[in-house]
């Protein structure tokens, strides 16, 4: 069977036949090519077999390149198909009259083979990821009145004094939102945050939270809270409790911002015990932290959890240990008792691995055997000292340790497990849900970094080239199943817009690139511009801007790449990629922070 796309088609359209035939010859081995020698003709060819893009002379006799394009985008058949023009005018004046009509880029005779390949093959990606947008965007439509309907269902349920299993999945995503994947600190560190979670049933009791801090008046750096929690039971009472528990939990926590970690374990307990919603034969465990960004002191309380597991250096500690300060009964067997707190001092490089108990029962189904806390340290040990293939000597990143764990565990057991991702499904074969929270402080100052002054667009091309070159070997290396050309477009994007919208094309301005691989890959680019407002950039996709080319590239910036964020007003943008993508993970995580912010779990947007 050939899975292969069909090749696309180019339409190359100039009254001059030797123009044509040099680009037929740069393009024919890779795409089907047409040809026109006039305007007229190539609005017909267009109409009737549209062109996958077109490449467009300015200066024609009968019609020029600008009113074949005004045509072009007028007619509902051919608006989407991008046109680039070829043109030998050099006037800032008339690339702005022709991106006003609607093209999306040019290129300048005499042609470069090298160029007109790149700029062919970005367009080209560009669309088979709008046209995917677009696909995207009618299932979000269909979505939409989906939750509408459960809404509604919801209602009637409710009336019924029932709930349905799905809609009480939604609610508890939306009271804990989505963990931010990297936060702050001080001096040049942050802490990166990742997780599986995965339940045996439709749902279950594992939950799970990190809340960094809010902005507050004084400017010191502030404390992260994690919680994570498994209710007793499987059934769909216990994801109720689950929604109820970190309700109170935050409620606690926006009551008494400044109170100790042992007074909110405490007065969680309390609440749940005095409040009468659970019956007798409820409780939970759990291990809730708070880590200082300017001291990276922890401090930790577990109740009747599992330890965790601190790893530094290739020293594997679990936390609290046998006797250590920490370790408590589960919450809701006992009202007015105080939680003791252990605490230890984190430093750079340090690993945190959280994780329910159905990580270590999972043999018990089939094996008929747990793994012990000592068996769990002893293969986190054979996993962070294997000999690596790789070329790279730095310590095992923590997210791979993670999903090493999960993988390594699931086959001891004879269990399918496994995170839902670009290539699989979600899976869980065992008899218990299953999460496990993973945690690194990593310094974002050790990156790469290369310094540009380029003085015209060939040149940014040519260092769009060289840096994608430099990046591939290494990205396929680590394992990133994230598609190539998202990489590429990115990598394009945010260079034109750091030369032309940050240093505005001035040759004595640099362009400053960094990147690093850890648990994700990150890429920077900082222009020495004055900045922009980044969050009122228009949205292209509406219909009032389908036409102009402002917002074009962060919106594409946004939508391939992991995570983006800016400093300096506009002038430093950062990107990251993750290994393992999740799908829709982004989109999900927007829509429950704005409704977090209606009972002000968070304070800012992370």
């Known amino acids: 069977m050939n899975n292969k796309l069909p090749r696309q088609n180019i339409l190359i359209v100039d009254d001059v036949p030797a123009n044509i035939k040099m680009l037929q010859v740069t393009l024919m081995c890779d795409y089907d090519i047409s040809v026109s020698t006039n305007g007229p003709e190539a609005i017909e060819i267009a109409i009737s077999n549209p062109p996958d893009l077109i490449l467009l002379d300015i200066l024609m006799p009968e019609m020029d390149g600008y009113e074949v394009c005004r045509r072009l985008k007028a007619n509902s058949r051919t608006r989407h198909i991008p046109v680039i023009f070829i043109t030998a005018i050099d006037e800032e004046e008339e690339e702005s009259k022709g991106f006003k009509l609607g093209a999306v880029d040019y290129i300048r005779k005499p042609f470069s083979p090298i160029i007109v390949k790149a ?50 999945k939604k609610l508890l995503r939306l009271v804990n939102g989505t963990a931010p994947r990297y936060i702050d600190l001080t001096n040049g560190r942050i802490l990166f945050v990742d997780a599986i979670s995965l339940p045996c049933y439709a749902e279950g009791g594992d939950h799970y939270f990190v809340r960094p801090p809010g902005a507050n008046k004084q400017g010191r750096p502030g404390k992260t809270f994690i919680s994570l929690k498994d209710q007793s039971g499987h059934e769909v009472s216990c994801v109720l409790r689950s929604i109820i528990t970190d309700l109170i939990h935050h409620a606690v926590l926006n009551d008494h911002t400044s109170a100790t970690m042992e007074a909110v374990i405490s007065r969680l307990n309390n609440e749940i015990c005095y409040s009468e919603i659970f019956s007798k034969e409820d409780f939970f465990t759990s291990v809730s932290a708070e880590i200082d960004h300017e001291t990276l002191i922890m401090k930790y309380v577990s109740t009747g959890h599992p330890p965790f597991l601190l790893i530094r250096e290739g020293e594997i500690r679990d936390l609290p240990g046998p006797g250590e300060k920490g370790a408590n009964i589960p919450i809701g067997i006992k009202g007015g008792i105080t939680y003791a707190v252990g605490e230890t001092r984190l430093r750079e490089g340090d690993k945190l691995i959280f994780y329910t108990d159905g990580l270590t029962e999972m043999p018990l189904k089939k094996r008929k055997k747990m793994i012990t806390s000592d068996e769990l340290k002893g293969l986190v040990r054979e996993i962070i000292s294997q000999p690596r293939q790789e070329v790279h000597t730095e310590e095992l990143a923590v997210s791979d340790i993670m999903n090493e764990i999960l993988s390594r565990i699931s086959k001891i057991s004879e269990e399918e497990v496994m995170p839902r991702t670009y290539k699989n499904e979600a899976k869980n074969t065992s008899a218990d849900d299953i999460t496990i929270l993973c945690m690194e402080i990593e310094n974002q100052k050790n990156y790469c970094e290369s310094v540009w002054k380029p003085r015209h667009s060939e040149e940014i091309a040519k260092l769009v080239i060289d840096l994608y070159e430099k990046f591939e070997s290494e990205w396929h290396q680590r394992g990133y199943e994230s598609p190539d050309p998202c990489l590429r477009i990115v990598l394009e994007e945010i260079l034109l817009n750091a030369w032309i919208h940050g240093n505005h094309r001035d040759p004595d301005k640099s362009i400053t690139v960094r990147w690093r691989f850890r648990n994700d890959f990150h890429l920077e680019v900082i222009d020495e511009g004055k900045g922009f407002d980044y969050q009122s950039v228009p949205d292209p996709r509406s219909d009032d801007n389908l036409t102009k080319p402002c917002g074009r590239g962060i919106f594409l910036i946004q939508h391939f790449a992991s995570h983006v964020s800016w400093k300096n007003g506009g002038s430093h943008l950062i990107t990251s990629f993750r290994r393992y993508p999740v799908p829709r993970e982004k989109r999900n995580s927007a829509r429950a922070r704005k409704l977090m912010k209606l009972w002000g779990t968070y304070s800012r947007e992370v």
């Open 119 to 168: 700029r062919v093959s970005t367009h080209l990606n560009l669309k088979l990821h709008r046209d995917h947008l677009e696909e995207l965007n009618t299932v979000l439509k269909q979505e939409i009145s989906e939750r509408k309907r459960s809404e509604a269902a919801l209602k009637h349920l409710l009336k019924k004094q029932d709930i349905n299993i799905e809609l009480a």
